[in-house]
């Protein structure tokens, strides 16, 4: 584990973890080494008229993310995050900071498949 | 009219803009009392319902499919050239082999034309079904949209490319004003508009009519369900030079007769005249045309 994304609506790490993914606001890219924090806006995930998921995905990858915290993970951003190598965390915490103290102290189980259907 | 149709082999689509407004009524009824065989086209593929009414004996049915990438794994090399190429997000490959995801596929093959290794090929996906079929004087076909696609257009277009160049044809569209009402339209001589008197009937009848005149089609409004208050549509088809071809009452034995699945113009005699006169109405439109908005 390197590079950890979240989902978020806001710009730190006491930031809300937004539930979705395909049209969350932001990702908040933790980097595990130098404890530092990047965003990069989902701009093209959230204004996809379809495959949001799919180019959210894309985005996470790009910025060089091994590892991506949400809510929920539908089955086709699911897919393409497996074939490029980013384990997915499912977190129902309710700010991004309590999501990453969890993920750190081994609290939640790698997802195994995506967690919801399409378009939940 | 298209060259290659035969002269009064017009083509009468039956729109609405607002969803439950009759289209299905009419274009059904207006097909029964059409005083010649006619052609029934139900391009409302996401939930064709004509054959509920029609019940054709026999309908033989042929599938539409459209051409999706497939991947070689053995020569893709994950460069990524398909993803970058691809707008719907059908084909993403990010350093690993391409996925494919055949739901958003458009069809267009560009992937396979840029693929620098040719690892990809293309492979019929079924997405849908067009069944013919005959009861009395009409010519059924349906579309049908498989479960789970969303790609409206080429059902409807097959749907089209079955029509027959020597025989007239009623098209019965989709709610709405959309991609799938605009390729049920293409090609058509006139449009029957079918409203009911809401606010909302009328709102979306004024969507309607600026897609026909965008598309330069000359139409006409069926009013269903006429009830009391039709001063405000009256007045809006009178300063849009829109004719009104019929006004059907609120009338519950309507409803009774199209609830049992059986045609409102054979059942009750009026309605029949009524339909005959709609008919009659149209072929004089298209033969004198002066209803273009």
């Known amino acids: 584990m390197n590079k950890i994304a979240f989902t978020t609506a806001g710009q730190e790490l006491s930031a809300a973890l937004d539930p979705r993914f395909g049209r969350a606001a932001r990702f908040l890219i933790y980097d595990l080494q130098s404890k530092s924090v990047q965003i990069i806006e989902n701009q093209q995930g959230r204004n996809a008229a379809q495959g949001a998921g799919i180019q959210a995905a894309e985005t996470v990858v790009k910025a060089g993310v091994d590892t991506l915290v949400t809510g929920h993970c539908g089955p086709k951003a699911f897919k393409v995050l497996a074939a490029a190598g980013v384990q997915v965390f499912n977190c129902n915490a309710a700010t991004v900071d309590e999501a990453l103290h969890e993920l750190l102290v081994g609290r939640l189980p790698a997802a195994e498949n995506s967690d919801v259907e399409g378009h939940w | ?293």
Do not use: W
Not at chain 2, 72 to 84: S, T, V
């Open chain 2, 1 to 293: 009219m298209a060259a290659a149709r035969k002269q009064n082999a017009y083509r009468i689509a039956v729109a609405s803009g607002k969803g439950g407004t009759g289209k299905t009524t009419v274009a059904l009824n207006l097909a029964a009392m059409f005083g010649e065989p006619v052609q029934l086209a139900d391009c409302d593929v996401e939930e064709p319902n004509d054959n509920l009414f029609l019940r054709c004996e026999q309908l033989t049915p042929h599938e539409v499919t459209m051409l999706v990438p497939e991947v070689d794994p053995q020569r893709c090399n994950g460069c990524g050239a398909c993803g970058e190429l691809c707008q719907f997000r059908g084909i993403v490959s990010l350093g690993s082999r391409a996925l494919v995801f055949p739901e958003l596929c458009h069809g267009c093959g560009g992937c396979a034309l840029v693929c620098p290794t040719g690892a990809l090929t293309e492979h019929p996906h079924r997405i849908g079904t067009i069944s013919v079929g005959q009861s009395g004087t009409i010519r059924l076909i349906e579309g049908r949209l498989e479960v789970g696609v969303s790609l409206v257009p080429p059902v409807i277009r097959a749907v089209r490319d079955q029509l027959l160049d020597d025989v007239p044809a009623i098209l019965d569209a989709p709610p709405g004003t959309s991609c799938p009402v605009v390729a049920t339209l293409r090609e058509s001589d006139y449009l029957v508009l079918v409203t009911d008197p809401t606010p909302f009937g009328l709102h979306d009848l004024k969507l309607a009519v600026a897609l026909a005149k965008e598309l330069g089609l000359p139409c006409g409004v069926v009013v269903n369900r006429a009830g009391e208050d039709l001063v405000g549509l009256h007045s809006y088809c009178q300063a849009e030079n829109l004719p009104i071809l019929l006004s059907l009452p609120d009338d519950r034995q309507i409803a009774e007769v199209t609830s049992r699945g059986d045609l409102v113009a054979l059942a009750l005699p009026e309605y029949g005249q009524m339909f005959s006169e709609l008919a009659t109405k149209l072929k004089h439109e298209l033969t004198h045309p002066g209803g273009t908005p």
